[in-house]
């Protein structure tokens, strides 16, 4: 049985679904202040680096889909931290943008090993970008998708909201090169550590 977070050879392990079960009735109960019943996990393909699981939870009559999102101590953007991500899909709510609902996060150890967040679990599909073979009408339509959600994105003022506290000083002249500068610094870190 593997432990939440753990790996063997520098590659991440798949986490005990039992655990894991485990450990959301646990963090569920707790937020909820009610008995929780988790359904079956479903481990999905995708989630750019983070762990990303489905699962049905009951609790007080109320039965929802919802998704975990974990953050592997070994994954290719670790150290992770998962209160950046939910601030900011929590902000972003009511802007046109295609968005679940956040829930609950913890960027401690203490729950799963690693920093995660709940959110719901919406209907659509994540396409993978690579090996797969796209009609011209499906990749029409996930262009229009894409500038839908990047109109409404930049529609969106994150100024006076919590995003603006996550990286003092940002402003609209110099977001880009504050991201390259900080994306620099981490592979730098990864790569040569020490």
Known sequence: ????GASLGGTVEM????????RLAQV????????????????FPVGYSWLTYGFQAGWQGRQQELILRLGPPNGLFAPYDAAPQ????QALRGSGMPLPQVYW????????????????????RAPVMWGENFSDATRAALGAQLVDALAA???FDWRGTP????DAG????NAARRQVDACASRWWRRCWPG
């Open 86 to 89: 939910f601030i900011t899909l």
């Open 170 to 173: 940002v402003t609209t002249a």
């Open 28 to 43: 569920l109960r707790r937020e909820t202040g009610a008995e929780v019943v988790i359904g079956a996990l479903k481990r």
């Open 163 to 166: 995003i603006a506290a996550l």
């Open 15 to 22: 986490l005990d679904e039992n655990c894991v079960r485990e």
């Open 105 to 124: 996060h913890g960027d401690g150890a203490a729950d799963f090993g690693a920093p995660w967040f709940i959110c719901e679990k919406v209907a659509g």
């Open 153 to 155: 994105l930049h529609r």
């Open 1 to 4: 049985m593997t432990a939440p």
